[in-house]
Structure formats: structure tokens, C-alpha cells
């Protein structure tokens, strides 16, 4: 019987993505200034101002960011969705190539897990207590994944690699 869990996890706004926000209006109120005090432009300025206008949009909304986790028989996807419109393939690993699936608050997430350059946070906030890591292989290089799953995405690692993996 095959096991398909999937689970969807909005990223939290930070200071950074609101100062991105608020940027962009402000970038965007400037160009129609602009573009409307500009002579040669003033027959094309409606077309231009709604062109910021969507433009504006589309930037702000595409801060809007969620990970989904796919787990199929212990394999695990993550994908990075955008504006709830584009994915993107963050990370993919099959169970035989998972070293370890452990909380970031054990003792397990050492010096040596910690030390991994490549770096995938498909979370909400790193503040968060119920943080996983993934450490295996991805595009050829060793990669740790941090995420939220449930339990049922944590009880199908247990199934199939139950040595690897680390609830405490």
C-alpha cells in the first residue's frame, strides 16, 4: 500500500518582506510621478501608470511565499510555491539516501550538521519548535533540509529507515 502525505506550510512575514512591500509602492508611486510630469510621455502615461500598477502587484504578491511536502513511501519532495501561482523543486531525496531526520532541538544537530554549506529552510520561522532536519544528498551535493512535518510524515521515516531517524 503506498503512503502519500502532503502538507503545505505558509512562510511567516518578516521585517525584510514588508520593508520589500513597502519599497516597491514606494518605487512604484515615484515612476507614475514621473511618468506623468514627463511631456513626451503623457500620451502613453494611462498605459504606462497601469503597467506600474500590475507590475507593483506582481512583486508584492510574490513575496508571498509556502512549502509543500510531499512524502510518498518515505521519499520526500519540497517545493517552493510563489504567489500561490509558481513552483519550484527546492529539494528531493529517496529514504536510502537520507542520513539522518532529526529535531533541530536534539542533540543530534551537532557541529557537524551544522558545518553543511548547502542550506534549505522550506519553514515558517526558524524560531519555530517543531523543526526538523534532513541531511542527504541533492544535485550532487550534501544538503540539509530544515522542516515542519506532522506526525504521519515522521512515522513513515520510521517505517522505512528507522535507524536514521530521531523524535527527541
Do not use: C, H, W
Amino acid at each position: 500500500m503506498d503512503v502519500f502525505i502532503e502538507k503545505i506550510v505558509p512562510r511567516r512575514k518578516t521585517l525584510k518582506d514588508n520593508l520589500m512591500a513597502i519599497g516597491i509602492i514606494i518605487v512604484g508611486i515615484v515612476l507614475t510621478l514621473v511618468v506623468l510630469n514627463i511631456p513626451v510621455l503623457s500620451s502613453f502615461a494611462p498605459v504606462l501608470v497601469i503597467a506600474i500598477i500590475y507590475f507593483g502587484y506582481l512583486f508584492t504578491k510574490s513575496i508571498n511565499l509556502e512549502y509543500e511536502y510531499a512524502v510518498t513511501n518515505g521519499d520526500i519532495d519540497v517545493d517552493k510555491i510563489i504567489a500561490q501561482r509558481k513552483r519550484k523543486r527546492l529539494f528531493s531525496a529517496s529514504t536510502s539516501d537520507i542520513e539522518i531526520v532529526a529535531k533541530v532541538r536534539s542533540d543530534k544537530y551537532s557541529g557537524e550538521y551544522k558545518n553543511i554549506r548547502k542550506r534549505i529552510e522550506a519553514v515558517s520561522s526558524m524560531e519555530k519548535q517543531d523543526i526538523y532536519f534532513i541531511v542527504a544528498p541533492y544535485k550532487g551535493e550534501k544538503t540539509i533540509l530544515f522542516f515542519e512535518p506532522d506526525q504521519r510524515m515522521i512515522d513513515s521515516f520510521k517505517t522505512k529507515i528507522p535507524r536514521k531517524v530521531y523524535e527527541y
